[in-house]
Nanobody, 124 residues
Framework: QVQLEQSGGGLVQAGGSLRLSCAAS????????MGWFRQAPGKEREFVAG????????YYADAVKGRFTISRDNAKSTVYLQMNSLKPEDTAAYYC?????????????????WGQGTQVTVSS
């Protein structure tokens, strides 16, 4: 069992930055592929970014590529999402997720555990 505790988020003006954190407890964090997803009101939860267990490979949705950076610190059992140049369309609840045998990293169903979600609101 893995528990994911999210922090960060909040209200920021367009063009600003925020950093989300997701701290894991339980089984070995370094074994898990980690992902970030987001869900805006009335929309489906969508993939934002993902990172392999070692941190050597990262993946991004086209909408955030070049603006967001996912990283992990296995010694701290934490994954981060640095969000720069934020836009109003980035407004959503953001969720971190952990999966042990993730093959299709952009698919929600591949992940076993989810954080509680944190709201990011970008004003224009």
């Amino acid at each position: 069992q893995v528990q994911l505790e999210q922090s960060g988020g909040g209200l920021v003006q367009a063009g600003g930055s925020l950093r989300l954190s997701c701290a894991a407890s339980g089984r070995t964090f370094s074994s898990y592929t980690m992902g970030w997803f987001r869900q805006a009101p009335g929309k489906e939860r969508e993939f934002v970014a993902g990172i392999s267990w070692s941190g050597s490979s990262t993946y991004y949705a086209d909408a955030v590529k070049g603006r967001f950076t996912i990283s992990r610190d296995n010694a701290k059992s934490t994954v981060y999402l640095q969000m720069n140049s934020l836009k109003p369309e980035d407004t959503a609840a953001y969720y971190c997720a952990a999966g042990l045998t993730v093959r299709r990293l952009r698919m929600r169903i591949e992940y076993d555990y989810w954080g509680q979600g944190t709201q990011v609101t970008v004003s224009s």
